[in-house]
Every structure is written in C-alpha cells, then in structure tokens.
C-alpha cells in the first residue's frame, strides 16, 4: 500500500472508470454514478483530492503492481466533529480475495483515525452482496438505509 501521487493519475482515472462500468449497471448504480461518483474530468477529481488534507487516496499494490485504490474524505459534521467517509474502494477482479482491499481499507481506516474521526461511512449497491459482505467482515454495520422512488 501506499499513498497516491500526481503520477499515479492516469491509473486512477482508469481504475475509477472501470468502478463505475462495473457499479452503472447494477440496482440503484445509475444514480450512484449521477450522484456521488467522482466527477468529470476525472484527472481534475483526482488532482482536488490528492491537494486536499483533508482527503486520502491509497493505491494497493499486488506484487509492486497497483490493482486498486481507495478514497476517504473527512467530513465535518453538525456538531464539529469529522466523519470518514469512504468514497471510493476498488481492487481488479483478480486481485480479489487476497486481502488488497481490506489492507487498503486499513490505509483509510488509519487516516481517519489519525485526524480524529468520530467513525467512518462506506457504501454498497443494494444487492451488491460482495461489497456488503466485505465491509460488514470488516466491521461495518448498516447505521441507516436510503430510500427512493423513481419518478
């Protein structure tokens, strides 16, 4: 693992497109990715987010190799205090069940921690049982559900 740079962008971008094809087209993905995904252009994404200090992105690595990436951005809260909030998690599909993610997954956790965070959020598709999975073995637990009607 380690902390993303200005040279890592051109892997981020493609990491981050290939997140979205895979998300667009499951069970609420169409809105996640008109929503909250990273915005257009991704590089100029990216490049905000690696300046800001109050953001993380961790590029995990297989073998010396980057297989996928994480994003927490701290969020100040009502009250003062700050929320991590995991925006952003993806390893390659054969990277998969190593462990990638959930040491990138750590990466952020220390993040958060170490700017003082009260707690972290991430999200999962609805029916998207991997990622639910993965972040409930992880010691996630649902704290609240979204609903939504298309009109």
Known sequence: MRNAA???????????????HELTPMRGGALWAAQESLI???????TNLLASEDSRIIIGLLEGAPMG??????RRLNDGTLLGDITEIWVEPEARAVGLGELILVSLTEFCVERGCIGIDARALPGHRQTKNF?????????????????
């Open 40 to 46: 257009e252009p991704l590089g100029e994404a990216f």
């Open 6 to 20: 200005s040279d890592d962008l051109e892997t981020l971008c493609g990491f981050a497109a290939q997140l979205a």
């Open 135 to 151: 972040f409930e073995e992880q010691g996630f637990t649902a704290r609240m559900l979204t609903m939504h009607r298309s009109l």
């Open 69 to 74: 990436f994480g994003v927490a951005v701290l």
